[in-house]
DNA sequence: CTGTTAGCGCTTTCAT
DNA sequence: ATGAAAGCGCTAACAG
């Protein structure tokens, strides 16, 4: 069934039914008519290879994820899915498990493919040797989560909302808050966010704890002891700012396990938002990243640049708007903490 | 940058460049040398539009699931991804938020796309005006989940998997048990589990009640209210089966928010298996899919039946083993249950 | 407004 | 074992 046997049945040539495809204005109603009619009746379906190999465009948008495995970005992914549909793309996703080996390669095939533009979040922009290989192939591509100043981002601000969370928590009375995180190494947002802790502590003049935990396996466990060895000593903490919001909901678990009630006895903040955060009892006092929309606006930035042929900079980057789910896990911290107000000899200069 | 370009880098003709990529064995030692030195030179990537018009295969699978923002779809699509990539295949997704026109649409995008074969779930595989279209198109494909002895289906016998966790629970001493499910219309899959519930009811000599929720919208505060409304009764169901685990964790929810405790006062059941079943407290009890295997499986079988070129047939059907997690959620039915031991005047014929 | 023509880059007979 | 040549189905100049 090719453009051949409709334009014989349709009694047209080839190139009015292309036309009548691809740019139906141009085409004389009636023959219009003729050739819907002629291709309905053969079951006539345009061929995307043939096409994609003349027109040089797939109309195909590949997209490279760390994991599906989160909530995270598997919203976003359907984020992406809805945007591409809508603007008539197709999309080639892969997930590179938070591996920088196979982000290259997920790069390679689809650069092979022909996809027309790359959707990705690598794990470390900033070190990324596929971003270089994209540029070189002049390879339009925008990156999801990730910022980087040279490089066209959505992404958000997570390092001024967990400073502006420390800040929030304080103000709730607590002086010992722990930020529990994955391996900081494996990923550029992880680091942000502590920075962002870091710098909220210091801004309160307190001291800051990290807990590096194994991000898939062993989280709860990990967390349940260190919150039990420190229960009874001074510095125990009375909050927890969690990188994420499966660690976050883990630490929820862990917390239970050695008996420490939330939010009464600790306050748990997460970051993400993903949806059943909302289902946790108590329910997840979180920063909610926009996931859906960062899909969305990747793939509209995307669309944008390639029907303008204009190149996308990183000038182009959005910061999206974060904002804090209320929730359930967090209250103020009690007044008849284990903690003292004073617990430490030097360093303390709470203003 | 063509084949051209390499063939006269290395001296030697398109079509040995060709064979050089696909059939390897078939070129002298001496000059696949040459040819992999002249490509990596010059940074060639065979193009895959080219290939595919020739070759009429694209080496993409499409893949066509209801949603990814449930967990056990994402797992899925993530099991799929894996063994495509593996067996040197791209995947084209969609979803269709489990409504009908766009699963039609999904899957004529997907054919006019050239994919090799499609993997989908569907809302009814009994009633999919989809699939006579696949068959008609001679397009491989499979199902995901869906069940149905007139196609090639990668699935799980749910409905004798709820029949025999009814009779755990009947064990555990359980006499009202409540089935809560999304709209059964929207899925053959909560049908077949409704099914196992009823029958496993039927078998104990208990009377069945469903509670048919809103899926994804407002599903807590209607099962908060029936839980509260039934609490004092001696119908009061002392367990829940939930068609899924989304269902399940919200249930969970909805207990506390009455509060009942679970599994002192209520045990809970889920369906799914998905993995942050295991991170609420109590642990989800519930009856796990193998998500990742599934998607694993349909690839394999798909992949296979493209290289024999034989048709994939009903026929070739898998069922995949489910198990029984244990989880926290389920308990003895309290001996001071409100509910006495013969609450029907007719019915009850315990043996 | 419509038809003719010439490839897009690759694979694959068919010769050699 | 290698090369020459044809063509997969489509679109885009270019004529008319």
Redesign the interface.
């Known amino acids: 069934m090719t453009i051949r046997d409709v334009s014989q049945e349709a009694g047209v040539s080839p190139a009015t039914i292309s036309r009548v495809f691809n740019a139906p204005d141009t085409v004389r109603p009636e023959l219009r008519q003729r050739v819907h009619a002629a291709a309905a009746a053969l079951g006539y379906?345009?061929?995307?290879?043939?096409r994609?190999?003349r027109t040089q465009r797939?109309r195909?948008l590949g997209v490279v994820l760390p994991?599906?495995?989160n909530?995270v970005f598997?919203?976003c992914?359907?984020g992406i899915?809805?945007a591409a549909?809508a603007a008539g793309y197709?999309?080639?996703?892969?997930?590179t498990d938070y591996q920088l080996a196979h982000e290259t390669r997920a790069a390679n095939?689809l650069?092979?493919?022909?996809v027309d533009a790359l959707i990705l979040c690598v794990a470390n922009a900033a070190r990324s040797t596929v971003l270089a290989r994209l540029r070189a192939a002049k390879s339009p591509y925008v990156l999801v989560y990730n910022r980087h100043a040279r490089h066209p981002c959505v992404s958000v601000d997570g390092r001024a909302a967990v400073t502006a969370l420390v800040a929030r928590l304080q103000a709730l009375g607590h002086r010992h808050i722990l930020m529990v995180s994955g391996a900081l190494a494996a990923s550029d947002r992880a680091q942000q966010r502590h920075r962002g802790y870091l710098q909220g502590m210091a801004a309160a003049g307190l001291k800051p704890q990290l807990l590096e935990v194994p991000f898939m396996d062993g989280a709860?466990e990990r967390m349940a002891q260190y919150l039990a060895a420190r229960r009874v000593m001074p510095q125990a903490p009375t909050a927890v700012v969690c990188s994420n919001d499966?660690l976050a909901?883990?630490c929820?678990?862990a917390a239970?396990?050695v008996g420490l009630r939330v939010p009464e006895d600790l306050s748990v903040a997460g970051f993400d938002g993903i949806?059943?955060g909302d289902?946790?009892?108590p329910?997840l006092s979180t920063i909610v990243q926009p996931s859906i929309e960062i899909g969305r606006r990747s793939v509209e930035l995307l669309v944008q640049a390639l029907a303008g042929a204009a190149p996308l900079r990183a000038g182009h980057s959005e910061t999206l708007a974060l904002h804090f789910r209320e929730g359930e896990s967090i209250a103020r911290a009690r007044a008849t903490s284990a903690a003292p107000t004073q617990p430490l000899p030097r360093r303390r200069t709470t203003p």
Chains 1, 2 share one sequence.
């Open positions: 379906r345009p061929n995307i290879s043939a994609s190999l797939t195909a994991t599906l495995a909530p598997a919203e992914l359907q899915a809805q549909t197709s999309i080639v996703p892969f997930t095939l650069l092979a493919r022909g709860t499966l909901i883990r929820l678990r239970r396990q949806a059943l289902d946790m009892t329910a």
